[in-house]
Structures are given as structure tokens and as C-alpha cells.
């Protein structure tokens, strides 16, 4: 079963709008949580991130919330642009002792359009 | 400057011949992962090792296996291909442990084809 979950496969917003993409997750002993963003024939790139401790945090255009007891997380692009058009996946470490493996979801499809 | 390097970007291998993926780090990180994508799927962790200390995920195809002969380099072997390998090989490394550290950084990844 899916530890890390992304429901929406897909998500199109105008140039200029708030992008919104969701992630809910099982375990909550997870205690760090990570965007990733994706360009087709790259390999994923870092975005931002949030701690357990923490319940938002913020980097110029983007901003992911942390709902602890949901298990959910979602990351905010304002304004969102053309050139966020990208694949994000959520991702969260599994740190419990081991070495902080990643955990991704399946992603979720931006696209936004001028 | 590529940090983490995978090389080739693109394999074409032959179904049953082994085939060997390379990944290098400029980074100096501890950790070094090896997962796996198929199309519209999660990347799935195949493996990693912490220094020198091989973990394998408890679902990893015995014919799957890893090599890090230093800090810098790390293999994936694929004994023998079956068309279901086919996917994209991405190569992550981290400095390892919790928070922060365990950001990954990737590298542009492999993509395999099995013909």
C-alpha cells in the first residue's frame, strides 16, 4: 500500500493563478517532507522542504503547509509561471534510524498556461 | 557543474544481457541510492549504500545488484534484463540521517530499454 499518496494526477492552472498540489501520507512518524520538481529527461530537482516541528515554510514563490494531524502536505506556487510546468512529487524520509530514505509519490503534472 | 553524474543517459540492451549503469558524485556524500521509475509511477528505492554498508530493499529483485568501490562511484548490474526492467535508473546521493540531511540530490538519470 502507498505510504506516500498524491491523488491528483494532473493539474492546470493559468499564468498569474496559485497553484495548489496536495500529498497525504500513512505513518506519522515521518518527520521531514520534501518537494521535488521534475523535467521530462532530468532527473528530479529539490524544491523545498519542511520539518515535522515545523507547520509551514515559505521560499520566494513557494510555499508547502503541514497538516500533522491530517497527514497532509501541499505546496503553493504564487504566482505560478510558465516555466513551473514540471512534474512535482512529494516525498518524505523515512528516517526512523536508518539512513533518511526517500518515500516519493507518484507526482503530480503541472502545467500553466500564458 | 553536474554533481551527481549518471552515465549513459540512455542504454539499449538486449533481453537476458547484463548491463551495468554507472553513477558518480562530486559531492561527498555518505549515502548513494539507486531507484527505479516507470512511467507515471513513484520512483521506487531499488538500494543504497552508507558508506561503505549495502542496503537492499526488502522487494528488490535478486536481479538487481550494486557496486561502490569509493565514496564517488557507485554501479547498478542488471544480471539479466527482463523486458519489465525497462524504466528510467535514477542515482541519488545524500549526506545521510534525518532533516536536512536527508535531501538527495539526483542525477539525470538512465533510461533502459530492453529490446
Known amino acids: 500500500d502507498q505510504q506516500v499518496k498524491q491523488n491528483s494526477p494532473s493539474l492546470s492552472v493559468q499564468e498569474g493563478r496559485i497553484s495548489i498540489l496536495n500529498c497525504d501520507y500513512t505513518?506519522?512518524?515521518?518527520?521531514?517532507f520534501l518537494w521535488y520538481k521534475k523535467y521530462p529527461a532530468e532527473g528530479p530537482t529539490f524544491l523545498i522542504s519542511?520539518?515535522?516541528?515545523?507547520d509551514k515554510n515559505e521560499d520566494g514563490r513557494f510555499t508547502v503547509f503541514l497538516n500533522k494531524s491530517a497527514k497532509h502536505l501541499s505546496l503553493h506556487i504564487v504566482p505560478s509561471q510558465p516555466g513551473d510546468s514540471a512534474v512535482y512529487f512529494c516525498?518524505?524520509?523515512?528516517?526512523?534510524?536508518?539512513?533518511?530514505?526517500?518515500?516519493f509519490g507518484k507526482g503530480t503534472k503541472l502545467s500553466v498556461k500564458p | 557543474d553536474a554533481m551527481v553524474i549518471q552515465n549513459p543517459r540512455y542504454q539499449v540492451t538486449q533481453f537476458g544481457k547484463p548491463v551495468t549503469l554507472s553513477c558518480s558524485q562530486t559531492?561527498?556524500?555518505?549515502?548513494m541510492y539507486w531507484y527505479q521509475q516507470k512511467s507515471s509511477q513513484a520512483p521506487k528505492l531499488l538500494f543504497h549504500?552508507?558508506?561503505?554498508?549495502?542496503?537492499n530493499e526488502a522487494d528488490t529483485p535478486d536481479n538487481f545488484q550494486s557496486r561502490r568501490p569509493n565514496t564517488s562511484f557507485c554501479f547498478l548490474d542488471i544480471r539479466s534484463p527482463g523486458l519489465g526492467d525497462a524504466a528510467m535508473y535514477l542515482c541519488?546521493?545524500?549526506?545521510?540521517?534525518?532533516?536536512?540531511?536527508?535531501?538527495?540530490?539526483f542525477g539525470q538519470g538512465t533510461r533502459l530499454t530492453v529490446v
Open positions: 505513518n506519522s512518524m515521518f518527520d521531514y
Open positions: 541519488a546521493t545524500s549526506r545521510g540521517g534525518g532533516g536536512l540531511r536527508a535531501e538527495a540530490f
Open positions: 519542511i520539518s515535522s516541528i515545523k
Open positions: 559531492l561527498n556524500h555518505n549515502v
Open positions: 516525498a518524505v524520509s523515512n528516517y526512523g534510524g536508518s539512513q533518511g530514505n526517500l518515500i
Open positions: 549504500y552508507y558508506d561503505k554498508d549495502f542496503n
